[in-house]
């Protein structure tokens, strides 16, 4: 006769076999959790996307240098990043780079060599690779005069300069789509009807 522990052994792996859970195959039971998993995700992602939170623009008139810093707070700089810093003085883009990282966690600041004029209208508008975007506008002031203030618009209420004969377009402020959503729900009922 064997012993107890021998018993014991051969019980457990008969109850958890395959054969003994009513004709269903092991990894069926698998996807429902893989279903709330995904759900889950789907959940989370998109409250981990921040927006960029602030822009300052600082004009040098003596150095002729423009000064743009970015507030963005990102857990990683490397796959979580503004994409795009448009910089445009009277309507005009004077700079429209794309970046593939966001060299500081928190904040970064960008400088652009230009001969601005007091008066001179600049506009920011940095997106993030996610898609949300912020823009900033500030005019130029003569030397020796107070700074002038940031105004930071946020999207729903974002105004253009107006377009000179010369500049191109005005950008349009970039959303993320929502669309993703409901599709993916459609498709774990399709697979959980299966």
């Known amino acids: ?18 054969r003994h859970h009513s004709g269903r195959r092991p990894r069926a039971d698998l996807l429902p959790a893989l ?3 995904a759900f ?8 981990m996307a921040t927006a960029p939170s602030n822009i300052t623009i600082t004009y040098n008139p003596d150095m002729h240098r423009l000064f743009v810093t970015v507030t963005h707070p990102t857990e990683n700089p490397e796959t979580h990043y503004i994409r795009g810093v448009q910089v445009k003085i ?10 593939k990282n966001q060299t500081g966690r928190t904040s970064f600041t960008r400088t652009y060599d230009v001969m601005a004029n007091p008066g001179d209208s600049v506009w920011v508008v940095a997106t993030c690779i996610q898609g949300q975007s912020l823009e900033a506008h500030t005019e130029i002031r003569k030397p020796g005069s107070a700074p002038a203030p940031v105004k930071t618009a946020s999207p729903s209420s974002v105004t253009f300069p107006p377009a000179t004969a010369a500049a191109p377009a005005a950008a349009q402020t970039t959303y993320a789509d929502a669309g993703l959503f409901p599709l993916f729900g459609a498709a774990v009922v399709l697979i959980l009807r299966k």
């Open 1 to 18: 006769m064997p012993d107890i522990h021998t018993q014991i052994v051969n019980r457990f792996l008969l109850s958890n076999s395959p």
């Open 35 to 37: 279903a709330a998993a």
């Open 40 to 47: 889950f995700l789907l959940l989370v992602l998109p409250a």
């Open 90 to 99: 009277n309507g005009e883009v004077i700079s429209d780079p794309v970046y």
